[in-house]
T-cell receptor
Framework: NAGVTQTPKFRVLKTGQSMTLLCAQD?????MYWYRQDPGMGLRLIHYSVGEGTTAKGEVPDGYNVSRLKKQNFLLGLESAAPSQTSVYFC?????????????FGDGTRLSIL | DQQVKQNSPSLSVQEGRISILNCDYT??????FLWYKKYPAEGPTFLIS?????DKNEDGRFTVFLNKSAKHLSLHIVPSQPGDSAVYFCAARWAGAGSYQLTFGKGTKLSVIP
């Protein structure tokens, strides 16, 4: 059982380039999330989705866009990468938002922007 | 302003002894608290949680205590094992309509010395 899979695992971009991070889950979860983690910081929520076709902003949404065209996939896009977006990005999913439905995380994508 | 604080960046404990990781929060609207464990190059994994209506939850070697009046929770690991060496994140959920967001602390790195 793969759980939450993130693609790619590593990427180096130049300032101004665009890219899309892919998150796929095989647990039939309704909710999916994108977080970033910076050195010495906790995880901060970028965007999330409570179902196919829905998205919502989290704590730090600026500079990112997301799409949830299929229930199992949640895409995070950077239209014009900036050095401040250098971070480790984690995707997570959960069955719902209830208290007995914790989020399951992927192993992260390490993104460096030069 | 940090709403979830883990004031100890690191903690070292002898194998077999008790590990106590602490977490403080400022938002009285948090209704659900979780602990996640993270190994290097992996995503966080859910460890244990507690609802704000309880003051203790136990799962094997792991116990979480919640003191609502002090806005403080702690994770106890007894006995500590070398495999417990990881970064532990405290997270809290805000009780509000449509709120599925978790707020994370910065983490505490636990080292269990054999």
């Amino acid at each position: 059982n793969a759980g939450v899979t993130q693609t790619p695992k590593f990427r180096v971009l130049k300032t101004g380039q665009s890219m899309t991070l892919l998150c796929a889950q095989d647990m039939n979860h309704e909710y999916m999330y994108w977080y970033r983690q910076d050195p010495g910081m906790g995880l901060r929520l970028i965007h999330y989705s409570v179902g196919e076709g829905t998205t919502a902003k989290g704590e730090v949404p600026d500079g990112y866009n997301v799409s949830r065209l299929k229930k199992q996939n949640f895409l995070l896009g950077l239209e014009s990468a900036a050095p401040s977006q250098t971070s480790v990005y984690f995707c997570a999913s959960s069955y719902g938002g209830g208290t007995n439905q914790p989020q399951h995380f992927g192993d992260g994508t390490r993104l460096s922007i030069l | 302003d940090q709403q979830v604080k883990q004031n100890s960046p690191s903690l070292s404990v002898q194998e077999g002894r008790i590990s106590i990781l602490n977490c403080d929060y400022t938002n009285s609207m948090f209704d659900y608290f979780l602990w996640y464990k993270k190994y290097p190059a992996e995503g966080p994994t859910f460890l244990i949680s507690i609802s704000s209506i309880k003051d203790k939850n136990e799962d094997g070697r792991f116990t979480v205590f919640l003191n609502k009046s002090a806005k403080h929770l702690s994770l106890h690991i007894v006995p500590s094992q070398p495999g417990d060496s990881a970064v532990y994140f405290c997270a809290a959920r805000w009780a509000g309509a449509g709120s599925y967001q978790l707020t994370f602390g910065k983490g505490t790195k636990l080292s269990v010395i054999p």
